[in-house]
């Protein structure tokens, strides 16, 4: 296989960085198939004592905001919240926003890199912690936003009874985000607050 000249990249010459590019452009096209496999090893490798493993968790998740008409953004965000637990078990809450930054609402981002935070409303006063640590984002737009996604679609989905779909069913959701043009602005829309859709009393 073909390869550059250089060992340092200031060395490199314009056409090994010619040549580079279009390699480098099929590479983030793949983005999205990189993405589900590492969903796809939240199933082989997961935290211990739940009663479903992580992969299954966000599946649940990203069922119950597709059921209740949730738009693509934030059901893929449904779905990838927790994607840094393996790597990033201290702060995976930002490293899973990271990954979907460049191709998502704002809003939608925001609230996955803080859900983490907003979850300890539910258990953090189990182990002596500050269960309000949510409050000091209060003055963020995206505030009501995270409170409704941790309610309604990530605490709520730890049950083995819950009838989830499948990884393929979200397959080509993912593919289609992570096929967008990254840092467009008619994606991102800065500032915009959507929230979710209304709750749907039967949801399952």
């Known amino acids: 296989m073909k390869t550059v000249e250089f060992t340092a990249m200031k060395d490199g010459t314009r056409e090994d960085y010619l040549f580079l590019k279009p390699l480098e452009d099929d ?39 597709l059921r209740e008409g949730a738009d693509t953004d934030w059901v893929v965000a449904a779905l990838l919240h927790d994607i840094g637990d393996g790597l990033a078990p201290q702060n995976h809450d930002r490293f899973a926003a990271e990954i979907l930054r460049p191709y998502m609402r704002e809003e939608v981002v925001w609230t996955v890199e803080h859900h983490a935070s907003f979850q300890m409303y539910y258990y953090a006063h189990h182990y002596g912690w500050n269960q309000h640590e ?41 593919k289609e985000v992570f096929a967008r043009r990254a840092h467009d602005p008619a994606v991102q829309q800065m500032g915009v607050v959507k929230g979710l859709p209304p709750a749907v009393a039967a949801a399952e």
């Open 27 to 65: 590479h983030v096209r793949a983005t999205g198939d990189r993405v589900i496999r590492e969903l796809r090893l939240q199933e082989e490798e997961t935290l211990p004592g739940y009663k479903i493993s992580r992969l299954e968790h966000g599946l649940q998740a990203a069922t119950r905001a």
């Open 134 to 174: 949510r409050e000091k984002y209060r003055s963020s737009p995206y505030f009501q936003s995270c409170v409704d996604f941790c309610e309604r679609w990530d605490q709520s989905s730890f049950d083995p009874a819950y009838p989830t779909e499948t990884l393929d069913t979200f397959i080509p959701l993912v």
